[in-house]
């Protein structure tokens, strides 16, 4: 009876339509042989979800459905990354602009202040829990600027966020069967703020309208603002942005002043080049 509890429809509905969206946008990625329209940063997210939970493997004796499902959701993101770097050309990376580092390290706090375990392992799963609901924040931010998107990226971000429903329906149908015997507070609080972030993006796209709505402004907006301050955090401390653009996209003007920058050291180094080829005895120093 138990195992029918937890094995039920509604699990299995949220498991494979998670499936399908991940294999949807592989499928479109190898098609077309383009990224466009999809974020990186998400994919890196869902890495880091992925491992981070499924530590068990080596801990737990899994039945053949999880390791298969967890083994397929790894190779999947991996395989997608692997995209990215092969069709980096079609990449937009300022349009992907969210600073992970703003998502990355509160939540990575919040699992070491609050997780109920001991263990590295139990910190890492509550991590994971925290971090899930803004794994397709930078996904999000993509669809929010884009003027026109391709139906299959709304689909594929529509498979990926909705599967979650089916896991709300799956813990309560848990609670009514085993009643204060089960929760999982951390998942709940988890899987109800991504609910309402992916609400407000389905909310949006069934506007006629463009823009975002008023949680995608905000999150646009506090988007916009880390990427600032982490900007001008790294410059001063660092001289230069961290690399893939992870805390963020450079500003316009920044960007555009570090390009006129290196034309202007290119354009100095083919004088120089020139020089020495031609000779010029103004350009000879001699010992």
């Not at 494979?16 to 077309?32: D, F, K, P, Q």
């Not at 959701?73 to 990376?93: G, K, N, V």
């Amino acid at each position: 009876m138990g195992d029918d509890v937890a094995w039920n429809i509604f699990r299995y509905v949220a498991d494979y339509t998670h499936l399908t969206g991940m294999i949807l946008g592989l499928v479109c990625v190898l098609l077309t042989r383009s990224v466009d329209g999809f974020s990186r940063k998400t994919q890196i997210a869902y890495l880091l979800v992925y491992i981070s939970r499924y530590l068990d493997v080596f801990t737990d004796t899994q039945v053949m459905y999880l390791l298969v499902f967890k083994a397929t959701f790894i190779t999947i993101t991996l395989a997608m990354l692997f995209l990215f770097h092969m069709l980096s050309d079609t990449y937009d990376e300022a349009s992907d602009s969210c600073n992970l580092l703003a998502i990355l390290l509160p939540t990575g706090a919040l699992a070491f202040l609050t997780s109920v375990g001991s263990t590295l392992q139990d910190e890492l799963w509550t991590w994971s829990e925290y971090l899930e609901p803004f794994a397709l924040v930078p996904q999000y931010i993509i669809c929010y600027k884009a003027k026109n998107l391709r139906p299959v990226t709304i689909m594929y971000v529509l498979l990926l966020g909705g599967y979650r429903f089916g896991y709300i329906m799956n813990w309560i149908y848990k609670r009514y069967k085993w009643h204060g015997a089960y929760h999982d507070y951390t998942s709940w609080c988890g899987g109800i703020l991504e609910c309402i972030l992916f609400v407000d993006f389905v909310m949006r796209f069934a506007r006629t309208q463009e823009g975002a709505s008023l949680l995608g402004s905000v999150v646009l907006s506090l988007d916009h603002g880390a990427g600032r301050a982490s900007e001008k955090f790294e410059m001063a401390v660092l001289g230069r942005r961290l690399p893939y653009g992870i805390s963020g996209a450079a500003a316009p003007q920044e960007a555009e002043m570090s390009k006129r920058d290196w034309d202007a050291s290119d354009k100095r180094a083919d004088a120089e080049s020139s020089g020495l080829l031609s000779g010029n005895p103004e350009d000879d120093d001699d010992l």
